[in-house]
């Protein structure tokens, strides 16, 4: 191959790589600091704060919380079947109290097939059962004529198709009408503005439900609706690198990460996304389990449609939680206090951090019952927190006035 031959094949090669999205090795510790993050979340097992979100990100980063992460499963199975099989579908909203909402439910069903599980038996299908009567309820809110909206939002319709696809279920090319109007209507989607998390996740239904091809009758309309979907996301990229803001181009970059656009540097956009993102990370705006379940999976190169066939022997670093050092320990002394004005005298010894002022002293010993503040003089508007000891306050222990009525105090600007 001569010189100009050469140049060619590797300017045709740049070109490709522009039109595709693919994501950078990231530094191992920023990744690993970045899942350390969920470890304090795992200790929270009690049905309102269970996130089967935070299950999946990790089973499709590159790391793993170890016999952590399998209790945390254990625990999310023992909840979630509990609360979910016995609940019933009427009009009554006190009935969907202390349990998960139909989008907690997708998570779940989701977090099982990063663990290789497919919903099967008795006790899956009435799961699969629910999740299908959720969207079945959605789509007649919406309507025969699209005028309509979802109960909750199409961010959950979507989150529902996707879950259903990765378990091999078929829904009714009826509902996955509804998304396919929703997306080529904007308008009807977003009320407005464009919301790239709803997309996003529309766009993840829809790629799975290609690739599984789950509903023959319409796989143009879909394929058409995943071209459009990038071209929205691609569009709404702000100056700084990001899908829409920071925390929906986790979601965006799932969708897009692999793709080929032709004559779109998609994978230009890409990396300038991914460069945002990172010093995001570093600036601690990732906290959030639901936010930072979404970003680990792209740091590994992955996203919700590799769950179709997720790959349970892949190697994953252990996570060790954080050590912290210990803070020395704070010195508490032991303050008297008389309040001789009132009948009968109060008096009582209270202990208290060293340095607190009388405020903290009072306020202590309300806590502690059988004195009860009233304010009878003024303050300074400038002294919100902190009354010095030295400062004199009249209190007496006269009841609280009852609720609803708020006690105020005159507060003079300065002369």
């Not at 006790?123 to 004529?145: M, P, T, W, Y």
């Not at 279920?169 to 709803?198: F, I, M, P, W």
């Not at 990396?271 to 389990?289: E, H, I, P, T, Y």
């Amino acid at each position: 191959m001569g010189h100009l031959g050469v140049l060619l094949f590797l300017l045709g090669s740049l070109g490709a790589l522009a039109d595709i999205c693919e994501i950078p090795q990231v530094d191992s510790k920023l990744v690993e600091r970045l899942g350390q993050r969920l470890l304090p979340w795992m200790d929270w097992l009690s049905l309102e704060h269970l996130n089967p979100s935070i299950y999946v990100g990790l089973r499709l980063s590159s790391l793993q919380a170890g016999a952590r992460e399998a209790f945390y499963l254990h625990i999310l199975k023992l909840s979630y079947q509990h609360s979910l099989l016995g609940l019933t579908f009427n009009d009554d909203n006190s009935d969907y109290q202390d349990k998960p909402s139909m989008g907690q439910l997708a998570l779940y069903l989701l977090a099982l097939r990063a663990n290789c599980e497919l919903v099967e038996g008795r006790k899956g299908d009435r799961l699969v059962s629910q999740l299908k009567r959720f969207l079945e309820d959605e789509k007649k809110a919406i309507g025969h004529n699209n005028k309509g909206q979802p109960h909750t939002s199409y961010y959950q319709y979507g989150l529902g198709i996707l879950a259903l696809c990765v378990h091999q279920k078929r829904l009714h090319d009826s509902v996955v009408g509804k998304l396919l109007y929703a997306v080529e209507h904007e308008q009807h989607l977003h009320q407005g503005h464009l919301s790239v998390d709803t997309v996003a996740m529309a766009g993840l239904a829809f790629t799975c439900l290609e690739h599984s091809n789950l509903n023959p009758n319409r796989k143009h309309q879909i394929t058409r609706a995943i071209e459009n979907i990038r071209e929205k996301i691609l569009k709404a990229q702000t100056p700084e690198g990001y899908f829409g803001n920071v925390y929906s181009t986790p979601l965006a970059l799932q969708l897009l990460m692999k793709s080929s656009m032709p004559g779109v540097e998609l994978g230009t956009a890409c990396l300038k996304a991914r460069a945002a993102l990172l010093a995001s990370v570093q600036d601690g705006a990732f906290q959030n389990a639901l936010m930072i379940s979404q970003l680990l999976p792209v740091l590994n190169g992955k996203s919700y449609v590799d769950l179709i066939s997720p790959d349970c022997e892949a190697p994953r670093v252990m996570l060790e939680p954080v050590v912290e050092t210990p803070s020395p320990p704070q010195e508490v002394i032991r303050v008297v206090l008389k309040v001789p004005s009132v009948s009968p005298p109060y008096i009582n010894s209270i202990s208290v951090p060293a340095g607190s002022s009388l405020e903290d002293v009072l306020k202590k010993a309300q806590k502690l019952r059988g004195f009860i503040i009233r304010e009878k003089t003024e303050r300074s508007c400038h002294k919100k927190r902190g009354v010095p000891l030295s400062h004199k306050i009249s209190r007496t222990r006269d009841p609280m006035p009852p609720p609803g009525m708020e006690r105020r105090t005159p507060c003079q600007a300065p002369s």
